[in-house]
């Protein structure tokens, strides 16, 4: 069941997010539409999160306790494991109905949204003027895609930094529970984190235009990195909590934005170098969503092993000092370091404003070139007919 749930989302996301390329040719409106894209994904997040939250939060699922010492001669521990299991079966049924609501509510919400889309969008078919008659088989726009260094640049460095954050999301729960000890306020400072940043999407958008893409994803990504070594080195407390959670926010919004940004002007850079082989734009798109996905299956991967190895008890009051420190190292140490991996990989992307700039206007020179071609075609044409 989650296999086909995935396949279904993949369906929509790798047409959704490929429709950048076909709605202008402009590269600034391009940015324009990636950034109001990631805007409303954000904010999609943070109504998913908000509803998830106001209907599961209503349930009442208590931590478990350690079990008092045993004591054979009264069978305390025996009666306690019964007495446990009992509420935990009262308490997960509960759980799970909510879940279930939540569910419904956030899926009915993802069909409306789709049927917007796909009523209230169109495509413009002159986007595609240069492409081909006869376009390459998928196999070979697959490989041609695959040998085009910008493009695998890209998506490496987009690779390490999107594990970097989702190992932070996926652990910054369980590390505020536990070893900062607010239990109560964890969904506070996620949806803090959240907030940050669909607010400062618009920011990075000016940001990029204004200073450049490489080198907004090198302040906007790197941001973080003193803030996720501070909230592991000073003692709890919540305002420096929430200060890192903002700061957070506003380096997630530049790791998810601007490497998407940064992907058509990529595909203008393919179009120019292979001219005869259009129409791979679904390929370039696609790959990036599964990179995306696995990033997210390896954080989850990763998270979920060594916790176990730690000896991480499920919805336990209080955890072992190992469990801690993995946590520690899975929202500071683990993130810092593929982000500076990521970093020197987006170092080696070569695509800078004066190739784009240089790449817009080879392109505007192919398509008045075709136009003029084709307005010359038809003239002979009319003639002809006379």
Not at 37 to 66: H, N
Not at 122 to 137: G, M, N, V
Not at 342 to 355: H, Q
Not at 363 to 375: F, H, I, K, V
Request: aromatic content about 10%; some cysteine; proline content about 4%.
């Amino acid at each position: 069941m989650e296999s086909l749930r995935t396949s279904d989302a993949l369906c929509f996301h790798v047409p959704y997010s490929a429709l950048t390329m076909f709605i202008s040719r402009e590269q600034s409106e391009r940015d324009s539409a990636t950034a109001y894209r990631m805007t409303v994904e954000v904010l999609g997040t943070v109504l998913g999160t908000a509803i998830q939250g106001q209907i599961v939060g209503k349930v009442d699922t208590p931590c478990i306790p350690d079990p008092p010492s045993i004591d054979i001669a009264n069978n305390s521990s025996v009666a306690w494991e019964e007495l446990n299991i009992t509420h935990d079966t009262g308490s997960l049924t509960d759980t799970r109905n909510a879940y279930m609501i939540a569910a419904g509510v956030i899926g009915g919400i993802y069909i409306l949204c789709a049927v917007i889309l796909f009523l209230g969008v169109r495509e413009r078919r002159e986007s595609s003027e240069l492409q081909s008659a006869e376009q390459a088989s998928f196999f070979e726009g697959l490989k041609l895609v695959m040998k085009h260094g910008p493009y695998i640049k890209l998506i490496t460095g987009f690779l390490f930094t999107s594990l970097a954050f989702m190992l932070l999301e996926g652990n910054f729960a369980l590390f505020c529970t536990y070893t900062l000890g607010f239990r109560n306020e964890f969904q506070n400072i996620l949806l803090a984190i959240m907030l940050s940043a669909t607010l400062t999407i618009p920011f990075w958008h000016w940001f990029l235009t204004r200073f450049g893409k490489k080198t907004a994803v090198y302040i906007g990504i790197s941001s973080a990195t003193p803030f996720l070594i501070l909230v592991v080195t000073m003692e709890s407390n919540l305002i420096i909590t929430y200060v890192v959670a903002v700061a957070a926010g506003m380096s997630v919004a530049a790791a998810f934005l601007l490497p998407w940004s940064m992907l058509p002007d990529v595909i203008d850079d393919f179009n120019l170098q292979y001219p005869d082989s259009g129409g791979h734009e679904a390929i370039f798109f696609s790959f990036y969503v599964f990179f995306t996905k696995f990033a997210s299956g390896v954080s989850l991967g990763i998270s979920t092993l060594s916790l176990d190895i730690a000896g991480y008890k499920t919805r336990g009051c209080s955890q072992p000092e190992e469990v801690n420190f993995t946590l520690k190292m899975l929202v500071s140490a683990a993130p810092v370091i593929l982000i500076i991996l990521g970093l020197l990989l987006f170092k080696l992307y070569p695509i800078d404003e004066e190739r784009r700039r240089k790449n817009k206007k080879a392109l505007q020179d192919l398509r008045d070139e075709e136009s003029n071609s084709s307005t010359e075609s038809d003239s002979t044409e009319l003639g002809s007919i006379v």
